[in-house]
């Protein structure tokens, strides 16, 4: 843990880049201001701090039930990153265990579509061959939320990711049975959603008829509460699916793996895979800009 004098972003980039990249260190890092507030804030962000850090050191501080077995889930998001001109950092997550408490991760740098499809990919062969490793055998379901998907996109990543995946997973299978799921998300919508009686839609509503695409398979899913405003839900566009799981099983699901981000006790906009990749491509492409230690791969260092 180390303590900070103020909001530098120098500091933090330093101690990030040590041991992120130089030494596969966990690390925490709090400002000074923190540590002389008033006793109730005080505990209050003593608890967040230490949830975090027993995040970091591969502990999970809770849990929902998930019954389906053999799955691996996987977010995916992009950030750009401020240090190189049109360079993009891209993060893939992926879940190892059943509860969705331990996680693999990689991020890459890249430029174009294409070095995306290719690193995209890629990372996913390495998260199966890491869910092998620690189960025993190849996930039977995988399902990869990505974000970071703009509309026009949409017809690119049909035709030319998930082309790249399902040639390194059929590579990877060898003939044995594999059912995969792709689903896009998109955060940044326009549709709001009420109840009859003008008011916000609770968490867990669902709409997947009348104003979603007759073309499509998606869904709006709000996930969060808010104590103020309009609830924003989110949408989910399923383009490839052979698991075959009822409609409503998927929406429920994706509705679980909303609570299991830890860096906050509640739900949040998108499944936690996905808010991970976020966070990790985020912290590469503000603060790191550099690949990181291999040492770090299976811990939420980045929380």
């Not at 004098?5 to 201001?33: E, L």
């Not at 995916?76 to 360079?87: L, M, N, S």
């Not at 408490?101 to 990919?121: C, I, K, M, P």
């Not at 995946?165 to 049975?177: C, F, P, R, S």
């Amino acid at each position: 843990m180390c303590v900070v004098q103020g909001n530098r972003a120098d500091v933090y980039s330093a101690i990030k880049k040590k041991c992120c990249v130089d030494r596969a260190v966990p690390t925490q890092v709090i400002q000074a201001k923190n540590v002389t507030k008033p006793q109730a804030a005080r505990l209050s962000i003593a608890s967040k701090v230490a949830i975090q850090m027993c995040c970091k050191i591969g502990g999970a501080p809770w849990t929902v039930s998930i019954p389906l077995s053999d799955l691996m889930v996987v977010g995916f998001d992009v950030c750009h990153d401020t240090a190189t001109r049109g360079t993009d950092q891209g993060a893939m997550v992926a879940s190892l265990d059943k509860a969705m408490s331990r996680y693999y991760s990689t991020v890459t740098a890249h430029r174009s579509g294409e070095e995306l499809s290719t690193n995209l990919a890629a990372s996913i062969g390495s998260a199966v061959r890491k869910y092998r490793e620690v189960n025993g055998r190849l996930p039977g379901r995988i399902i990869i939320y990505r974000d970071g998907v703009g509309e026009g996109q949409i017809p690119y990543v049909a035709t030319t990711e998930l082309e790249c995946i399902k040639v390194a997973l059929n590579n990877l299978y060898n003939g044995q049975e594999m059912k995969m799921t792709f689903v896009i998300v998109t955060k940044r919508i326009n549709t709001r959603i009420f109840t009859d009686k003008r008011m916000n839609a609770p968490p867990g509503s669902v709409v997947d008829d009348v104003i979603t695409d007759p073309e499509k398979y998606d869904f709006f899913l709000v996930s969060q509460s808010v104590g103020q405003g309009t609830v924003s839900p989110t949408s989910y566009n399923v383009i490839y699916d052979t698991m075959g799981l009822p409609a409503e099983r998927l929406q429920r699901l994706t509705y679980k793996l909303c609570y299991l981000y830890f860096n906050w006790n509640g739900t949040v906009r998108v499944p936690a895979p996905c808010q991970y990749a976020h966070k990790l491509a985020f912290l590469v492409g503000q603060s790191i800009h550099r690949p990181i230690h291999g040492g770090l791969e299976d811990l939420l260092y980045f929380l």
